[in-house]
C-alpha cells in the first residue's frame, strides 16, 4: 500500500540547508496501521509532509498502491490519501460552518451527492445533523477532531495519515477519539500512518512501529514487543522507560 525507499530531505535554511530526514525505508501493508514514534525534531511528520505533498524536493522513492508518488497528481493523491492534523482547531476554517467544511471536498470534486455524503460522515464519527449549522468554536475539542476525521474520510480514501490526532486533547477524550479511529479503520478497512511521541497511543492503535531519533529509523518493532519491552535500541528502551515513569 505504502512504500517509502531511501527517503531523504533536506530543509532550505537562509545560509545552508539542513538534513531532516535520512535514508527512511518503510513498508505499509493495506489495511495496517503503522506509526512512528520519537521526541519532537525527530522527523515523524516530515515523512507525512513528504506523503502529503507539503514537502518537495525529496530524495529517494515513494509508491502508493504500486503508483509512484512522483508521477501522481495532487488530485489523484487526495482521492487516495488523507490527513488528520494535530490542533482539531487550527484544521478547521473558523468562519465556515461544519456544512461547509464538510462540503468543500466534495464541492472541488464535483460530487452529486453532497448531502447523503455529508450525513454518512457525521455518523461514521458519531455525530449527527444538529452540528451543521455550527461552527467550530462552538465545538468541544473532541467534536471538532470528530469533524476532522469526518473531512478526511468523506471522499472515501484508501489511507489516512494521522498527524499526533490526540495530543491536543484531554485525557478523557483522547481514548474516545482512538476508539473511533479503531472502529473507522475496522468498518472501512483504511490504512493507517500515525505520528506520536506517545508510546501508550501508538501501542492503543498501532500493529508495528518505527522509532525515530534526529531524522532516521533507529528500529521497527511490533506492538507485542513494544508493549513487553523487547526492544534492541537504547533510544527506544528511554522513550519505554519515559513512558512508564509518567504511569
Known sequence: MISIQSLSFDMPGSTKSKRILNDINISIGKGECFGLVGESGSGKTSILKC????FQGWEGAIAIQGKSLAETSLKERSNTMQMVFQDPYGALHPRHTIRKILNEPLA?????DKSERILKALKDVGLDETFLPRYPHQLSGGQRQRVAIARAIILDPDIILLDEPTSALDVSVQAEILNLLTSLHRRHQLTYLMVSHDLG????LCERVAVMKSGEIVEVVSRDDLVEGNVAHAYTKVLLQHALSRE
Do not use: N, P, T
Not at 51 to 54: I, M, N
Not at 108 to 112: F, P, R, T
Not at 201 to 204: K, L, R
Open 51 to 54: 506523503l502529503a505533498g507539503q
Open 201 to 204: 497511543v501508538i501501542a492503543h
Open 108 to 112: 472541488i470534486k464535483g460530487l452529486s
